[in-house]
């Protein structure tokens, strides 16, 4: 049960675009289209983003898109915003039946 | 509106046990499955547990299988983590959380808890 492989930290100015990448394997993000990104602001609840690879939850804004090619699982971020600083988080179901989160990227709005 | 309500977090010894709840409302409970994640202060989140709607199938990551048991009493819209043989390890805030799927589990979840704090430390 390896995390998914996400980068420690990425930025960007406001009204630009980012994109965080999540990488697992054939056994979990390679296998199912249950990607699932969730949002965190320093001592709240995480906050469902992106479902289904690319779906958004009602009220969900559409600056926030999500995608999959093979193993890896991408959120992109356009016109970044001051309150979009965050930390942020993919999860996958796996193949074994369990659920597994990468580590956690941290977004900074410059 | 989804609420979810967690309890029973607090200080353990270790070795010693504790009963985490989670009281649900604002939809129809034994519709969903459920989770547990738990974050460790300054780290991230990280899957505990799953079961499915009607509590037939349960789901643990290795680290606990074996010393926690998760459940839910659909007749009290509430879900449970028991935890025994604590470690210091499993120091973290536990966040429960509402599925997406109906009958069987998935792992997303779309509505979480607040989140109750358990330190097991001496």
């Known amino acids: 049960q390896s995390a998914l492989t996400q980068p420690a930290s990425v930025s960007g100015s406001p009204g630009q675009s980012i994109t965080i990448s999540c990488t697992g394997t054939?056994?979990?993000?390679?296998?199912?289209?249950?990607v699932s990104w969730y949002q965190q602001h320093p001592g709240k609840a995480p906050k469902l983003m992106i479902y289904?690879?690319?779906n958004r939850p009602s009220g969900v804004s559409t600056r926030f898109s999500g995608s999959k090619s093979g193993n890896t699982a991408f959120l992109t971020i356009s016109g970044l915003q001051g309150d979009d600083e965050a930390d942020y988080y993919c999860?996958?179901?796996?193949?074994?039946?369990?659920?597994?989160f990468g580590g956690g990227t941290k977004l900074t709005v410059l | 509106e989804v609420q979810l309500l967690e309890s029973g977090g607090g200080l353990v010894q270790p070795g010693g046990s504790l009963r985490l709840s989670c009281a649900a409302s604002g939809f129809t409970f034994s519709n969903y499955a459920m989770s547990w994640v738990r974050q460790a202060p300054g780290k991230g989140l990280e899957w505990v547990s799953g079961?499915?709607?009607?509590?037939?199938?349960?789901y643990y990551t290795d680290s606990v299988k074996g010393r926690f048991t998760i459940s839910r009493d659909n007749s009290k819209n509430t879900l449970y983590l028991q935890m025994n043989s604590l470690r210091a390890e499993d120091t973290a805030v536990y966040y429960c959380g509402k599925d997406l799927s109906g009958y069987s589990y998935s792992g997303r979840v779309d509505y979480w808890g607040q989140g109750t704090l358990v330190t097991v430390s001496s």
């Open positions: 999860n996958s179901f796996t193949t074994s039946d369990t659920v597994v």
């Open positions: 079961i499915s709607s009607s509590g037939g199938r349960t």
């Open positions: 054939s056994s979990d993000i390679g296998t199912y289209n249950y």
């Open positions: 289904d690879v690319s």
